[in-house]
């Protein structure tokens, strides 16, 4: 945990420094409550005010949420309380059809799916969900959920959908719980291996939140930062303008303001030869997106 003991000025901290992720939550809060102090904040604290960032914006207070694609009833809400039990908050989807709707609309750290559901419109089962909805680049991994006791047809959704976890059904509780993190555990550590990421003539380390352009460091405000790191942890998916404003805004941004600040990163990292804005994307009903 790092303490910190306020200056005269407020524009200066003492610290100790004891590792705790709570409190870098609280570093970036304070930070947040007064803006003239963070440049000096962010000097002083080096890494802590990084990681301020990451953590109270990536998920570590916010709850993460996953999607249920279930059509039995007493099951989509047996694991749903389950996994609200383990601080997540969850989506029910009661048909393949909902469950794709809602993962193209949504950001989902997880779905899990049932992959006998009920013959629905142009589904047939929850793999031709899997499937259309990997066609559709969505970025979402999937886990299985199922009382599939049929080897080889298990072995087909590893082997053809690249799924990392078939759950049985009436699993022991607290089983759901174990197999989730584990795979959320996996995604995190996957995103976090790739710490450098090119984009053209930018380049973003994220684990020092540190942007460069044309290998030249650049400082382009702790909002404008904030809402990169955002996109660049969904690099294949969308973060919509609620997230946006939780993130970067604390919940006080208008749409119009989050409209300004993405063209002002656009600009700002526009590429320079070519004249051309930032690939950054807008679609309506799904958020914005870093394409590249």
């Not at 059809?97 to 997880?110: F, I, S, V």
């Not at 790739?194 to 020092?208: E, F, L």
């Not at 702790?222 to 919940?251: D, P, Q, S, W, Y």
């Amino acid at each position: 945990m790092a303490i910190y003991k306020k200056s005269k000025s407020f524009t200066r901290f003492d610290m100790i420094v004891i590792q705790s992720d709570i409190f870098y939550g609280f570093c970036y809060i304070v930070a947040e409550i007064h803006e003239n102090c963070y440049n000096s904040f962010q000097g002083c604290c080096g890494q802590s005010i990084a990681k301020a960032g990451i953590w109270y914006n990536m998920g570590k207070i916010m709850k993460r949420k996953i999607l249920v694609v279930e059509d039995v009833e007493a099951d989509a809400l047996a694991a749903k309380d389950d996994l609200e039990e383990g601080n997540f908050e969850v989506d029910i989807a009661r048909s393949a059809n909902e469950g794709l709707g809602k993962l193209l609309l949504n950001q989902y750290a997880l779905a899990i799916v049932d992959l006998q559901l009920s013959a629905n419109g142009s589904f047939a089962d929850g793999m031709d969900l899997i499937k259309k909805a990997k066609a559709s680049n969505v970025a979402t991994p999937f886990a299985i959920f199922s009382n599939m006791t049929d080897t080889k047809s298990i072995v087909k959704c590893y082997e053809e959908l690249g799924i990392k976890t078939f759950i049985k059904k009436f699993y022991d509780r607290g089983e759901l719980l174990v197999r989730v993190k584990s795979i959320l555990d996996d995604e995190d550590a996957q995103n976090e291996s790739a710490a450098v990421v090119n984009i053209g003539s930018v380049t973003y380390d994220k684990a020092n939140m540190v942007l460069t352009k044309n290998g030249k460091k650049i400082d382009i405000g702790k909002r404008h930062l904030l809402i990169f790191n955002l996109l660049v942890h969904h690099i294949h998916g969308f973060v919509t303008t609620e997230m946006i404003n939780e993130v970067a805004f604390g919940g006080s941004a208008t749409n119009q303001t989050i409209s300004q600040r993405i063209s002002e990163l656009r600009d700002c990292l526009k590429d320079e030869t070519t004249g051309e804005p930032f690939p950054i994307h807008f679609k309506s009903g799904k958020g914005y997106e870093i394409q590249y």
